[in-house]
């Protein structure tokens, strides 16, 4: 596996919590894009101690028990500890993103330390001067046990607080702009319309099945920018849940192509548009004025609260290029949109 495809896969197949942040973890204009070694022993150390707390504590609660104390203090934590660090430049359409990945995990399944993945992106040209928050960061996130809560918030304001960093980091919560889930399916559907896997017999477009089966979240809320806030339909209802089947897609595709070849339809397919569309036809209910709050599909999970899950499995189709094209193209939207999301 080449490093570019390293870094594409690391994005892939595990739920990310996005932050905006100041900065990046190491200064881009470093001769060395690496941790310090006083860094490194600085999160070993920390990280052992919160460990040993948390593995004493559950010790003493347990009523078997260990004979034989398998740690008697942090130190003997910090060897099972491995942290991994990497910086890379990568390119799409003309732009060249910065990546920066930090990976901490132990070797010791029992000290319950799910593995922690931070990745940085920085665009090229976009001052990080530690006050703009110029910076994207994926955070994995786990299962909602409070223990894996805990050690991640542990971990970030370990970052936060990183020896040796001119300007201290400082992780605000990202949460996307109403408009952005609704966009970038358009773009994206937009994008991988054409898309061809021809390594069977035939070509076959991708787009009939790439999606899958939809669900799609409205808020029962209007979009800000169309009415003023406010429940629109029932000021007891919180969300509206549509499930659309992966064949109804397709029809929606076909007939796109249809009235477009005839010059009924512009040339670019907005297919949130017209899954609205049907929608209005056969509710009377206009999800136009509705925000998006959560997109699901075989491709790519999006939520307003700010996570994302982009499949490997479902766009490893074709060659390469496709696979990087649907995951940077996500990429490239969440930076483009940063500067729109709430504060």
């Known amino acids: 596996m080449s490093e570019e495809r390293s ?40 990280i052992a101690k919160y460990l040993y707390s948390v593995y004493r504590r ?11 104390p398998r740690y008697s203090r942090a130190d003997d934590i910090e060897p099972e500890l491995k942290i991994t660090f990497g910086s890379r430049n990568t ?16 070797s010791d399944r029992s000290l319950q330390l799910p593995r922690q993945i931070f990745i940085f992106i920085n665009r090229d040209g976009v001052d990080s001067d530690g006050k703009s928050f110029n910076t994207i960061v994926l955070n994995r996130q786990f299962n909602s046990s409070s223990s894996s809560v805990q050690v991640n918030n542990f971990i970030i304001s370990l970052l936060e607080n990183m020896p040796d960093i001119e300007t201290g980091l ?11 889930i609704e966009t970038a399916i358009n773009e994206l559907s937009n994008s991988i319309k054409d898309l061809k896997d021809t390594r ?13 089966d939809l669900e799609i979240t409205y808020s029962s809320e209007s979009k800000s920018s169309t009415f ?10 919180r969300n509206i849940v549509i499930n659309i089947p992966q064949k109804d897609i397709t029809e929606f595709i076909n007939k796109f192509e249809k009235e477009s070849e005839h010059g009924e339809k512009q040339t ?11 929608l209005y036809d056969n509710s009377s209910i206009n999800f136009e004025n509705l925000a998006i709050v959560k997109f699901v599909s075989s491709v790519v999970n999006i939520s307003a609260e700010g996570k994302i899950k982009i499949s490997g499995a479902k766009i490893a189709v074709g060659d390469e290029s496709v696979k990087d094209r649907i995951v940077w193209f996500l990429l490239e939207s969440l930076y483009n ?3 729109l999301a709430r504060q």
């Open 170 to 180: 400082v992780m605000k919560e990202y949460r996307l702009n109403e408009k952005y």
């Open 337 to 339: 949109e940063k500067a």
């Open 7 to 46: 870094i594409t896969d690391l994005f892939l197949d595990q739920t990310f919590k996005l932050y905006k942040c100041n900065q990046s973890l190491v200064t881009i204009s470093a001769s060395t894009n690496v941790l310090a070694a006083d860094q490194v022993a600085y999160l070993k150390e920390n």
């Open 91 to 106: 390119s799409f359409e003309n732009r060249i993103y910065n990546i920066q990945y930090l990976i901490i995990r132990t």
């Open 58 to 68: 559950r010790r003493d609660e347990s009523r078997e028990g260990e004979i034989i």
């Open 200 to 212: 069977v017999g035939e070509e076959v477009r991708l787009m009939d099945g790439l999606l899958g």
């Open 268 to 278: 670019k397919l907005q297919l949130i548009s017209e899954i609205n569309g049907f």
């Open 228 to 237: 003023s806030n406010g429940p629109v339909i029932n000021g007891n209802l």
